[in-house]
Nanobody, 123 residues
């Protein structure tokens, strides 16, 4: 089982990036998928989650209106579209999959994690 996050990079403030989380080795369409981020020395922070069907999403308050999570189950991929990026969005972003769409803000309870992808936003 593997979740692979990619799409990070270095952009200027106000720019956009789209992160992807590609899954293999699991029934991807059976899992809700979240994005987290973690800055050095800080706890991993919930960013967004999308339900199995893609019909339900939730976001951390600071990301609402700027970030959009979506999924393509045919491609076993979840996306995080990030617009109006700010320097404080600079950090490593992780995707994670869990069977149930509940208690998803805390990082415990996720069955699978991908490696991180670094996003750097310069001012």
């Amino acid at each position: 089982v593997q979740l692979q996050a990619f799409g990070g990079g270095m952009v200027q403030a106000g720019a956009s990036l789209r992160l992807s989380c590609a899954a293999s080795g699991l029934s991807f369409s059976s899992y809700a998928v979240s994005w987290f981020r973690q800055a050095p020395g800080k706890e991993r922070q919930f960013v967004a989650i999308i339900s199995v069907s893609g019909g339900t999403t939730d976001y951390a308050d600071s990301m609402k209106g700027r970030f959009t999570i979506s999924r393509d189950n045919a491609k076993n991929t979840v996306y995080l579209q990030m617009n109006s990026l700010k320097p404080e969005d600079t950090t490593v972003y992780y995707c994670a999959a869990k069977l149930y769409y509940w208690d998803y803000v805390r990082q415990g309870g996720y069955e699978y994690w991908g490696q991180g992808t670094l996003v750097t936003v310069s001012s």
